[in-house]
């Protein structure tokens, strides 16, 4: 196959145009609306407002996250059937990874996070530690979430490898269903810990006990291991590597410029949460929500039971997130600090201002398709990855 052959197969299309899309500040009515072209052939609704340049450098199926390797500008793209692949966003340079595990694909379920150590800064791509995580089988019509440490080994041009790939976590237990895998990567500040969302797969009640490791937030050593002085540690295994409790389904795991870890997590019917995550701290779901049942029975909110540490904000409508970033690049500085959220439902991203341990909505821009993953990049510019098949990846820089 040729390069250009290569390049059509990965990211297709592929050709770089430009396009607009729009910000619907929170209070305000929508501008009126024209169109763009976003892709050859293809049109993009979008306000009048220019509040974005957005350039397309390709599309990817069913893109779920993405990570720029430290040091470099290449993104690498994990797609939920089990494919990861590659793009240098400089050049237009693709590739793509082998060496994936074996995926339970279906539902939420698939090729999840992808991570790379911050510590591990370099120019060159190869010969570097990746963290990634996936749904897997278990026994019967089980599954969980897992965890797993290699090597990025990367020899051609187009092509890297993912050596010793190695499970270092898994959920315990593995249960049915193929929802609210969460599996969130992100590392401490001082580059020690290794913090991981674990969803409470759609079961409610493992995430108010402590003696399973689903619907919680964990702190773990890079190598998996509980990390030392962690809250629950004299219960032993699981619970030693639990931080926080009583979470739902988290998609967005973020420290802050302060150092603060946060949450954003789904919500049932109502109830989406953006969380500041504290040790030994218990958010109180199921017990307590934001929002209702999808059968529309109450549930209690968060000002009745004020042991539960309640949302620093919650959204009822769903804005249905799918990960976030907490921006500190210069292309805009008055945006430094606040949290950029990649929304579902509404199709959007979502900017709130942090203010202590509160927080507030402060603009919405209205997308076309769902977006389910944005990173900055070494320049500042936003990249967002659109959900489904043939999810493009947007580059936002300010109009």
Known sequence: MTKSAILAALLSPCALVSASCSAEPVGDSASPEATATAEVGEEVTVTSASDFNAVSLGAFDEPWAADFAPGTSVLFVTEKAGTMKFVDTVTGRTGTVTGMPEVDYGGQGGLGDVAFLPSESSEALDRRTIYLTWAEAGDGDTRGAALGKGTLVCEQADACTVDGLTVIWRQQPKVTGRGHYSHRIAFSPDGQYLFLASGER?????????????GSVLRLTLDGQPAPGNPFAERGSPSDQIWSYGHRNILGLQFDAQGRLWDLEHGPQGGDELNLVESSDNYGWPI??????????????HSTRPEFHAPAISWDPVIAPGDFTFYSGKLWPEWQGQAIIG?????????????GDKATEVARYPFEKRVREIVEGPDGALWI??????GRLIKLTPG
Not at 203 to 210: F, G, T
Not at 291 to 301: E, F, Q
């Open 385 to 390: 990855l659109e959900d489904g098949e043939d």
């Open 343 to 355: 929304a579902m439902k509404p199709t959007a991203v979502v900017r709130v201002a942090i203010e």
């Open 202 to 214: 759609q079961k409610m009640q493992p995430a108010q006990d402590l003696s399973n490791n689903l």
């Open 288 to 301: 307590v929500s934001e929002g209702i049942h999808y059968n529309d029975d109450p549930i209690p909110d």
